[in-house]
C-alpha cells in the first residue's frame, strides 16, 4: 500500500464556487468533524476515550476521500481512508443502503492495532450518496490473552478481537440484541463499557452525517460536492508551496526502539527522505526484520507515523490535513520488516516503532529544514494497565503517558504531555478513584533535572505512583525511551531516560520497559517517563530562563551550576 500522489482534478462543468459559499460550507463542515469528535468522548462510557480522549473523527467525501478531521489523534487518523477502501473493496459504495456502516480493526487489512476499531456510516440526502462520517476509538478490551493490553502474545490473534473490513446494519445487527453486538459483548470481559463506547461512536457518526445533510439543504449537494472537492485541492496547493522552499535532495535519519522484551537488542528504523519538483516519498529500506513480540507497526501506522512528522515540521497549522495534502506524498517500507510486517506478527504496541518512525524522518527533514523540526521527546506510548476480576466480573484500567517534548528553534518543550502522535490527555486521579477500587493514585508530579539542556531546553517527563489495594491484581506495560534517551538537536542534550519499579516490603523491584507482572496488596508501582531533549548548544541558554527554572523547582541548583556553566 502506498498514499497516493494523483493531484485533485476539478471537473470543468462546474462552476466554481463564490467566496462565501465556499467558506460557509467548508467551515460547516470542519466544524461538524469537531463536533463529531466531541459527542464522541462525551458519549463515551471508558476512561481511556472519556478522560483521555484516545479517539478520533472525520468527515469524508463520497468516494471516502477524508475532507474534514477532528484534531485529535493522528495515528489514528492519517490513513483513515486507506482503511475505508479496505472496507469499500469487499462491500462495494454502492451495494450501501440506509442503516448500513463498514466496520474494521484489522491491522493486515489496512487498520493499526485491533484496540483501535474504525466505523464508517454512508450520508444519504434524498436517496443520494452524498458522503461518509467516520470515528475511531481505542477499546478499552476487545479480548485477547490478558485483561487491557497482552504482552506475550505470539500472533495477532492473541491480541483480541478481529473486525475483517465489511458491512453491516445498525437496525438488524446492533441494535437490541442485534447479533453483532451479542457476538461483541461474549468476547470481551467489560461490555458494559465497551458497547457503550461502541454506541458513542454511533451516535458521534450519527451527528456528522446530519451537519452534513443540513448543508445539503441549505446550499444542494452539488455545491457541498464542489465545497469538499476546492478544499482537497486548497490543502494539496498549499503543502506543494510549503515543498517548493525546500532545497531538493534525499536525506538520511534513523533512530531505534530500545529492545524488544526478549533481548536487549536495539529495534533499528532507518528513513531515506527525497524531496523533489513532484513531492516528497519516504523509505523505510534498511529498517531492521519484523519481531515476535508486539512491538511491529503495520504499515497503515508507519503511514501515519511519517505523513504526521511531515505535516508537524513543512507546513502551517492552518492547512487543513485532508486528503489534499496527503497526494503529492509517498511512503514505502520492506515487507516483512518492523514498519511493514507480515501477517500474522502481533501488533498492540506497535506505537514505540511508530514513533521511531516519526523521529528517524524527523531527523531526515532537520537537514533539510532546521529551523521547522523539534528534537526527540519521550515519545513512546507508555501503557499501563491495572485490572482485577472478582465475582465473575473485571475492572481493567488503562492509560497512556506522555513525558517531556522535545525543544524547538524557539522555545522549550512542552513538559508531561502526551507524545505528537498521540495527543491524549491526562486522566484525572479524581475519576479513577471513582472508578476503580482495586488501587489508588498516591504520586503525581513533574521529575526535577529530567529535561536535556539546550538554549532551549526539553519539556519534563512525569512520575505516577499507584498503591495496589487487592491482591492479585495484574498488570501489564509496555515502554520506550527506557534505554536510548531523547535525542537532543543541534548542540542540545539528551533527555533523561524513563523507568519504572515496584516497591514491595521496603525492596524495589526494577520493571522493563516491557513487563507484566500479579501485584499483591501493598504494592506501590511508580512509572518514571523521559524527559524531552534540548535545541541548541546548551552555552546560549538565557541566564534568566535558567534562573527561573531553578525558582520553580525544574532544575535543582546543583545542575544549574554543573550543567549551564
Known amino acids: 500500500m502506498k498514499t497516493s500522489n494523483q493531484t485533485v482534478v476539478l471537473e470543468p462543468d462546474f462552476e466554481k464556487l463564490n467566496p462565501v459559499d465556499y467558506a460557509v460550507i467548508t467551515q460547516g463542515l470542519v466544524a461538524g468533524a469537531r463536533e463529531m469528535g466531541v459527542k464522541l468522548i462525551r458519549s ?22 477524508v475532507v474534514a478531521q477532528a484534531e485529535l489523534i493522528p495515528i489514528q487518523l492519517g490513513p483513515m481512508s486507506e482503511i475505508f477502501r479496505a472496507c469499500a473493496a469487499v462491500d462495494p459504495v454502492d451495494s450501501l443502503e440506509e442503516g448500513d456502516f463498514y466496520i ?50 505470539v500472533d495477532v490473534h492473541a491480541e483480541g478481537f478481529i473486525f475483517p473490513p465489511g458491512k453491516y446494519n445498525h437496525a438488524r445487527d446492533w441494535e437490541g440484541r442485534g447479533a453483532l453486538k451479542r457476538l461483541v459483548a461474549a468476547n470481551i470481559r467489560v461490555p458494559g463499557q465497551t458497547i457503550g463506547d461502541f454506541d458513542a461512536q454511533f451516535a458521534a457518526n450519527a451527528v456528522g452525517a446530519e451537519r452534513v445533510k443540513q448543508l445539503c439543504r441549505k446550499y444542494g449537494v452539488q455545491k457541498v460536492d464542489r465545497a469538499m472537492a476546492e478544499l482537497i485541492a486548497y490543502s494539496e496547493s498549499r503543502f506543494r508551496t510549503a515543498l517548493s522552499e525546500l532545497k531538493h535532495g534525499t536525506y538520511h535519519g534513523e533512530d531505534a526502539v530500545d529492545d524488544d522484551g526478549v533481548t536487549d537488542e536495539p529495534l533499528v528504523i532507518k528513513a531515506a527522505v527525497r524531496i523533489h519538483e513532484d513531492g516528497i516519498d519516504v523509505d523505510f529500506a534498511g529498517t531492521c526484520p519484523q519481531v515476535s513480540r508486539n512491538l511491529n507497526s503495520p504499515f497503515s501506522a508507519t503511514i501515519s507515523a511519517a505523513l504526521t512528522a511531515i505535516k508537524s515540521a513543512l507546513t502551517s497549522p492552518d492547512i487543513p490535513f485532508n486528503e489534499g495534502l496527503k497526494r503529492p506524498i509517498k511512503i514505502s517500507a520492506p515487507e516483512g520488516s518492523l514498519v511493514n510486517p507480515r501477517y500474522p506478527a502481533p501488533v498492540r504496541a506497535r506505537m514505540e516503532a511508530s514513533y521511531r518512525c516519526f523521529n528517524a524522518v524527523m531527523k531526515a527533514l532537520a537537514q533539510a529544514a532546521p529551523s521547522k523540526v523539534i528534537a526527540g521527546g519521550n515519545d513512546s506510548t507508555l501503557v499501563t494497565s491495572l485490572s482485577h476480576q472478582a465475582d465473575g466480573k473485571y475492572k481493567v484500567y488503562l492509560e497512556v503517558y506522555g513525558g517531556g517534548f522535545g525543544a524547538s528553534p524557539r522555545k522549550d518543550g512542552c513538559d508531561a504531555v502526551d507524545s505528537p502522535l498521540s495527543n491524549c490527555t491526562n486522566t484525572p486521579v479524581e475519576a479513577t478513584d471513582m472508578d476503580f477500587d482495586h488501587f489508588r493514585i498516591v504520586g503525581y508530579g513533574l521529575i526535577q533535572d529530567s529535561a536535556g539542556e539546550g538554549r532551549h531546553r526539553g519539556g519534563l517527563g512525569f512520575y505516577r505512583s499507584f498503591e495496589i489495594l487487592k491482591d492479585n491484581v495484574n498488570f501489564a506495560m509496555y515502554a520506550d525511551r527506557f534505554r536510548i534517551p531523547p535525542y537532543g538537536l543541534f548542540g542540545g542534550a539528551d533527555g533523561r531516560s524513563g523507568s519504572g519499579e515496584i516497591l514491595r516490603a521496603g525492596k524495589k523491584i526494577p520493571l522493563k520497559s516491557k513487563d507484566g507482572r500479579t501485584l499483591q496488596k501493598g504494592d506501590i508501582v511508580t512509572i518514571y517517563t523521559a524527559g524531552g531533549g534540548g535545541y541548541g548548544p546548551v552555552a546560549e541558554r538565557d541566564k534568566a530562563a535558567i534562573e527561573k527554572d531553578v525558582r520553580d523547582g525544574y532544575i535543582s541548583a546543583e545542575a544549574a551550576r554543573t550543567l549551564y556553566h
Open 44 to 65: 463515551a462510557y471508558s476512561t481511556i476515550i472519556r478522560e483521555a480522549s484516545d479517539a478520533s473523527a472525520a468527515l469524508f467525501d463520497r468516494n471516502g476521500d
Open 104 to 153: 474494521t480493526n484489522d491491522p493486515y487489512s489496512g487498520g493499526q492495532h485491533l484496540q483501535d476499531v474504525f466505523i464508517y456510516s454512508p450520508v444519504f440526502f434524498e436517496g443520494e450518496l452524498v458522503a461518509f462520517a467516520g470515528t475511531v476509538a481505542h477499546h478499552l478490551d476487545l479480548g485477547g490473552g490478558n485483561p487491557g493490553l497482552t504482552t506475550e502474545a
